[in-house]
């Protein structure tokens, strides 16, 4: 019997108990009685003196042999040099093709740069040509002081 643990007055609740219904052996079939066999040779007893002077006595136990491994199928010089042939191609046409697009990006900087020089050259003669700072327009030339100049009169 458990206790009500749902804060109530305590109360007392039937418990069921169940029984384990056993399971039936399987049939197994009686071929024939199993008969000791006995190996073809008794293994040699080895003993071994121990640096302390004990005995350890016991049977020789052969080293486990691994198991053969399955032999690869050989593989003709022919397939691997079409397979590598294969490789190489494929390395080849990827080459090309980065430097197919490393040439045109190339080819566009180069362009782009151009066209941006060319407008700012543009753009200087346009303001050169549209301002007047302080003249009138045109280039005006005093050849009376060329003149002098020229002649060497200082006066």
Excluded at 123 to 149: C, D, E, L, M, P
């Amino acid at each position: 019997m458990y206790p009500d643990t749902t804060g109530h007055a305590p109360a007392v609740r039937a418990v069921e108990v169940h029984h384990p219904t056993p399971i039936q052996p399987a049939a197994v079939p009686i071929v024939a009685p199993l008969v000791p066999v006995q190996p073809g040779h008794v293994p040699a007893v080895a003993s071994v003196v121990l640096p302390d002077g004990r005995v350890v006595t016991g049977y020789a136990i052969e080293p486990a042999k691994p198991e053969p491994v399955a032999a690869k199928p050989a593989v003709s010089r022919a397939a691997v040099n079409v397979a590598l042939g294969g490789v190489g191609f494929l390395a080849v046409c990827g080459g090309l093709l980065l430097l197919t697009t490393f040439i045109a990006a190339l080819t566009a900087l180069i362009t782009q740069l151009i066209i941006l020089a060319a407008v700012i050259f543009g753009g200087w003669i346009a303001v050169q040509v549209f301002t007047t700072s302080g003249r009138r327009g045109g280039t005006t030339v005093n050849i009376r002081k060329a003149v002098i100049k020229r002649s060497h009169f200082h006066g």
